[in-house]
């Protein structure tokens, strides 16, 4: 799904996480940290972010594309306790349109898999 994920769909798709989280390099947190550099990163990707404590004990995990797919589809059951009050995005195309987004935000964009 990765390698035919329309990234301008998954733009789209991502403004409704617009509301919590920034986009752009250097962006500054808000009630969500930044997503910039986000795949392939580590769990507690952001210094200045105070994450959950689920999130915490996660901390060095990369954010890989299946990590990232399990998490979209359901903050809650991924991590028992996040702060992310985001029901998830059910279906799985949009979960890779939106994970293709994510991909893009680098200045080096993690290899599909």
Avoid at 55 to 82: H, I, Q, R, V
Wanted: proline content about 5%; charged content about 25%.
């Amino acid at each position: 799904l990765y390698v035919t994920a329309d990234v301008k769909a998954g733009e789209a798709a991502a403004k409704k996480c617009a509301a919590c989280h920034s986009f752009d390099k250097g962006g500054a947190n808000k009630v969500g940290p930044n997503l910039w550099d986000v795949v392939g990163g580590k769990h507690a990707h952001v210094a200045s972010f105070a994450y959950s404590d689920v999130l915490k004990k996660m901390a060095d995990a990369e954010w890989s594309y299946e990590e990232l797919n399990k998490f979209l589809a359901n903050p809650k059951t991924y991590a028992p306790g996040t702060k992310m009050s985001f029901a998830g995005i059910k279906k799985a195309e949009e979960r890779a349109q939106v994970i293709a987004y994510l991909r893009s935000l680098s200045d080096a964009p993690k290899p599909l898999p």
